[in-house]
Every structure is written in structure tokens, then in C-alpha cells.
């Protein structure tokens, strides 16, 4: 009996810290998307989040600074895509997956000419005891939560968004410019200064999902390491039909076999079936679900004043 708790505390505290990188990011498309713009480079973000986390962290030691660091990364290259998407009117899916290209050949790049060596940087200043949750000690999420701050953040953030979006007149606006943005700009609603904004906040917190990553799982940047995150992001709002609430539930499902997978590869059954698991399930999510699953109106189309 002992045996059988010990594996599912394990299960859970393993699903609970990878499901919260893609919290961050799930939650930066909810927000740009019920803007009306379509964010496929969350992927870029959390790397760019990831690198920039460790960069600063590895110059100043101050891991507010750090955190801080990844935010303004992220809401750069959000106001890339921004100014692209809403004022050049391009198209978004184009400039997202430029972005990508942009942040993981830019901090492979930044990682040989800033540290001097590819693949992986240094060690640097982390947070820490996330590498104890993540190899499945559900206490240490609890017992000093300093500690896993980026964890509990996370948490904190999708209460805010839920709340904001649907009890705030910020979140009333936001939802109108994504749904009928001729209507609200009619209202008085500003449609480029919403869909900026939303853009730009979502990019930071998909790149704090990244700096969760590097200082808070481990303590270094390497290459490879978001591993398609971002895409499985961009699944969970789908799944969770563009909801703060219902992107983390996708999130925690995506989490949980993600768990399985680290938890059952001490069996005999090969690896690589545990490794193709997330991926798997992530396109059967999006088969499943995105055509019951009904986005903003106004979703990737740009607005013609």
C-alpha cells in the first residue's frame, strides 16, 4: 500500500511541476487570442524566456531580476508580433513561426557567443527545489514556498486571469475586440491599443513559463530543452476552449502524462514510447476536440478600421 501511495504522490507532484511551464504559456495565448491575435511563436517566448532567465541570472545573481529579465524578453518579441500582426496586418501565422525561428536560433547563437560553449550554459543561481518536486517529492512544492515561487505564481496568475476576463471591465473589453472588433471600436474601445497590450502580456508570461524552465526545474539553459512546450501550449487552449480555467485543466492533463511518462520508464517498456506520449496525446487533443471547440470570432483576422 505504501509502494502504490509513494507512486502516485510521486505522479502527482511530477504532473503538477510540468504542467505549470504550460500554464504560463497557455495562459499568454488565452490572452492574446480572446484579443483576437493568434500567438504560434509561445515556443520562441519560453525559449527566449529560458535563455534570457539564466543570462541574467548568471550576471547579476538576483533571481527577481532574472524573472524580470524573461518578462521583458517575451513582451519584445510579442511587440514584434504585435506591430506585424495589428499594424502591418500580416499574416500571424507566418510572423509566429518566424518568431520561433528567431528565439531558438537566437539563444543558440547568444549561448556560444555569451558563454563561449554550445549545447548548455553554466550553472547558475535557480531557484532550486523544484528539482526535488520534479523528481517526485510532493512535499517540497509546500515546504518552503519561497522557493517555488514561479510554481505558486502560476497558480495565482490563473485566478487573476479568469477573473479579469470575465468579472472586469478590462475583460469585457478585451472579449469585444476579439469577438466583433467593429462593434467595440464603435463602443469607443481602442482595438490596436487592446490587441497590443494583450499580445505584449501574453508574450511575457510565456516566457516566464520558459524561465520556469531554466531557474526554476534546473539552473542552466540548454538547447532543446522547451521541447515543444509552446505547441502543447497552444493545444491546451484549444482544449480548454480558450478559458484561463480550462487551458490549465488541459494543462494538468498534458502534465499528468508527462508524469506517467518519467514515472514508468523504470519499467521494461521502451522509453521512447513514454517520450512520444505527450506529443500524441496533444494531437489527438486537437483532433478531438478543435472542432467542437469554438475561438474568438475574430481570431487571426486582422482589423480594417
Same mark, same amino acid.
Not at 61 to 65: E, Q, R, S, V, W
Not at 199 to 206: F, K, N, P, W, Y
Not at 262 to 265: E, K, M, R
Given at each position: 500500500m505504501s509502494g502504490l501511495l509513494?507512486?502516485?504522490t510521486a505522479v502527482v507532484a511530477i504532473a503538477l511541476v510540468k504542467a505549470t511551464p504550460l500554464a504560463y504559456a497557455g495562459l499568454g495565448g488565452v490572452i492574446s487570442e480572446n484579443a483576437g491575435v493568434v500567438n504560434i511563436s509561445l515556443e520562441g517566448m519560453m525559449v527566449g524566456g529560458a535563455f534570457t532567465a539564466v543570462l541574467a541570472s548568471y550576471y547579476t545573481? =538576483? *533571481?527577481?531580476?532574472a524573472v524580470c529579465a524573461a518578462a521583458v524578453a517575451?513582451? *519584445?518579441m510579442a511587440l514584434a508580433l504585435a506591430y506585424f500582426a495589428v499594424t502591418l496586418k500580416a499574416d500571424q501565422i507566418i510572423v509566429g513561426m518566424? *518568431? =520561433?525561428v528567431l528565439g531558438i536560433g537566437g539563444a543558440a547563437y547568444l549561448l556560444s557567443a555569451v558563454f563561449g560553449q554550445p549545447g548548455a550554459s553554466p550553472q547558475v543561481r535557480s531557484f532550486g527545489s523544484l528539482s526535488h518536486a520534479s523528481s517526485g517529492d510532493l512535499s517540497a512544492l509546500f515546504t518552503n514556498p519561497s522557493a517555488n515561487l514561479l510554481f505558486w505564481l502560476a497558480i495565482a496568475l490563473i485566478a487573476a486571469v479568469?477573473?479579469?476576463l470575465y468579472r472586469t471591465k478590462v475583460g469585457v473589453h478585451l472579449r469585444a475586440v476579439g469577438e466583433e472588433p467593429r462593434a467595440a471600436a464603435t463602443a469607443g474601445i481602442d482595438v490596436a491599443r487592446v490587441r497590443y497590450a494583450a499580445?505584449?502580456?501574453?508574450?511575457?508570461?510565456?516566457a516566464l513559463g520558459g524561465a520556469y524552465l531554466s531557474i526554476g526545474e534546473v =539552473? *542552466?539553459?540548454?538547447?532543446g530543452m522547451v521541447q515543444g512546450r509552446g505547441f502543447i501550449a497552444l493545444a491546451a487552449v484549444i482544449f480548454g476552449k480558450w478559458t484561463p480555467l480550462g487551458t490549465a485543466g488541459a494543462c494538468l492533463f498534458f502534465g499528468f502524462f508527462s508524469s506517467l511518462q518519467?514515472?514508468?520508464?523504470r519499467t521494461n517498456v521502451p522509453a521512447q514510447l513514454f517520450e512520444m506520449l505527450p506529443y500524441v496525446l496533444t494531437i489527438i487533443a486537437i483532433c478531438g476536440f478543435i472542432g467542437r471547440s469554438r475561438p474568438p470570432a475574430a481570431d487571426g483576422i486582422p482589423y480594417e478600421a
Open positions: 509513494s507512486v502516485v545573481g =538576483n *533571481l527577481f531580476l517575451g513582451g *519584445l518566424a *518568431l =520561433n479568469h477573473v479579469v499580445t505584449i502580456i501574453g508574450g511575457m508570461l510565456a =539552473n *542552466l539553459y540548454s538547447d518519467i514515472v514508468l520508464q
